[in-house]
């Protein structure tokens, strides 16, 4: 919200289109066919220019310490300091971490997010998750499509895409005009087989494990992202569908997030020069990066490929960061 005084001295009375802008919020109010008379102070109530709500998840503390990941806390924790920290824009974040960041934590914290965001839809909600992710081994209910993916909370409870997807649509606004939830998720997440029995059948591909059994990647989550993506939403995953997302002990994060968050940080993401940086120009600086590393690092073998997911396509041309 914007606060503040206009004084012209040089309008003749009569009735404007007002419109109020300012470089930390990312959208602008016009005011249509107010009035303007001298010696009167015209009151134009709250000015709610768009600002980003944060929600930003890690996990490395798990049920079983043998599923325990890293630097999935330092991800989110670099995450909280750059999205929110340096950035141009005007935003609130909520940081859940082990303990705090339950089934029904992350859930409810979707839920007091939305209460406290503009109700035309001006503000942008974010959203990303480092942790585990899993693949229902159960089909889904509807014929044809694949079984449901799901992030795995502290407590080893699911969220599965459809309870993910249901929870933002009720509790984030909308614009009234276009329907639109300005929404982008940010997923570096891995899957353990077997991990959960209250899951009911979660399944996964496995992480690997190095020579002192230190877990050395995370899997994606490439049906959750496209799923989010058709009901219109940005998804940028840190791998491909059949890859993995890599950790590294020297980056103390994962490699994904920490290229992604030093695009941002020193603004080399900003291709084009314009002081902005979108989830494409984001996607585009750290893609390149986490693959030279991850080849340098694991061998010639391993291959991580960041994705982004729009629908549509000019959803990920919206800017996520402004450069200081």
């Given at each position: 919200?914007?606060?503040?005084?206009?004084?012209?001295?040089?309008?003749?009375?009569?009735?404007?289109d007002?419109?109020?802008?300012?470089?930390?919020?990312?959208?602008?109010?016009?005011?249509?066919?107010?009035?303007?008379?001298?010696?009167?102070t015209?009151?134009?109530?709250?000015?709610?220019?768009?600002?980003?709500?944060?929600?930003i998840?890690?996990?490395?503390?798990?049920?079983?310490?043998?599923?325990?990941l890293?630097y999935?806390?330092?991800?989110?924790?670099?995450?909280?300091?750059?999205?929110?920290g340096?950035?141009?824009?005007?935003g609130?974040?909520?940081?859940?971490?082990d303990?705090?960041?339950?089934?029904?934590g992350?859930?409810?914290?979707?839920?007091?997010?939305?209460?406290?965001m503009?109700?035309?839809?001006?503000?942008?909600?974010?959203?990303?998750?480092s942790?585990?992710?899993?693949?229902?081994?159960?089909?889904?209910?509807n014929p044809?499509?694949?079984?449901?993916?799901?992030?795995?909370?502290?407590?080893?409870?699911?969220?599965?895409?459809?309870?993910?997807?249901?929870?933002?649509?009720?509790?984030?606004?909308?614009?009234?005009?276009t329907?639109?939830?300005?929404?982008?998720?940010?997923?570096?997440?891995?899957?353990?087989?077997?991990?959960?029995k209250?899951?009911?059948?979660?399944?996964?591909?496995?992480?690997?494990?190095?020579?002192?059994?230190s877990?050395?990647?995370?899997?994606?989550?490439?049906?959750?992202?496209?799923?989010?993506?058709?009901?219109?939403?940005?998804?940028?995953?840190?791998?491909?569908?059949?890859?993995?997302?890599?950790?590294?002990?020297?980056?103390?994060?994962g490699?994904?997030?920490?290229?992604?968050?030093?695009?941002?940080?020193?603004?080399?993401?900003?291709?084009?020069?314009?002081?902005?940086?979108?989830?494409?120009?984001a996607?585009?600086?750290?893609?390149?990066?986490?693959?030279?590393y991850?080849?340098?690092?694991?061998?010639?073998?391993?291959?991580?490929?960041?994705?982004?997911?729009?629908?549509p396509?000019?959803?990920?041309?919206?800017?996520?960061?402004?450069?200081?």
């Amino acid at each position: 919200m914007l606060c503040g005084h206009a004084l012209k001295t040089t309008l003749s009375p009569g009735t404007y289109d007002v419109s109020i802008t300012h470089e930390r919020f990312i959208n602008g109010l016009t005011y249509p066919g107010v009035w303007v008379v001298a010696d009167t102070t015209t009151h134009l109530g709250e000015a709610k220019l768009g600002s980003f709500f944060y929600l930003i998840i890690g996990i490395n503390d798990y049920p079983d310490e043998a599923n325990d990941l890293h630097y999935a806390v330092a991800d989110a924790d670099l995450l909280e300091s750059t999205l929110w920290g340096t950035n141009g824009y005007a935003g609130k974040v909520v940081k859940l971490t082990d303990q705090q960041a339950t089934k029904a934590g992350i859930l409810n914290a979707i839920a007091a997010i939305g209460d406290e965001m503009s109700p035309d839809g001006q503000d942008y909600f974010v959203m990303t998750f480092s942790g585990h992710g899993a693949s229902d081994g159960e089909p889904s209910p509807n014929p044809g499509d694949p079984p449901y993916e799901c992030l795995v909370a502290s407590d080893g409870q699911a969220i599965y895409d459809y309870e993910l997807r249901q929870c933002v649509a009720y509790y984030i606004p909308a614009s009234p005009v276009t329907g639109t939830r300005y929404c982008t998720f940010i997923f570096d997440s891995c899957r353990s087989g077997g991990m959960f029995k209250g899951v009911g059948g979660a399944s996964s591909s496995g992480a690997a494990s190095t020579a002192d059994g230190s877990k050395s990647f995370r899997s994606g989550l490439s049906r959750m992202a496209r799923n989010l993506s058709a009901a219109g939403y940005v998804v940028i995953t840190a791998c491909d569908d059949t890859e993995v997302s890599y950790e590294s002990s020297d980056l103390q994060n994962g490699v994904f997030t920490e290229f992604f968050c030093e695009g941002l940080a020193n603004g080399a993401a900003d291709s084009n020069e314009d002081g902005l940086i979108s989830a494409y120009e984001a996607l585009s600086y750290a893609a390149p990066r986490v693959q030279e590393y991850v080849s340098a690092e694991f061998g010639p073998g391993a291959v991580q490929t960041p994705q982004l997911f729009a629908s549509p396509d000019a959803l990920r041309d919206v800017p996520i960061y402004r450069v200081q």
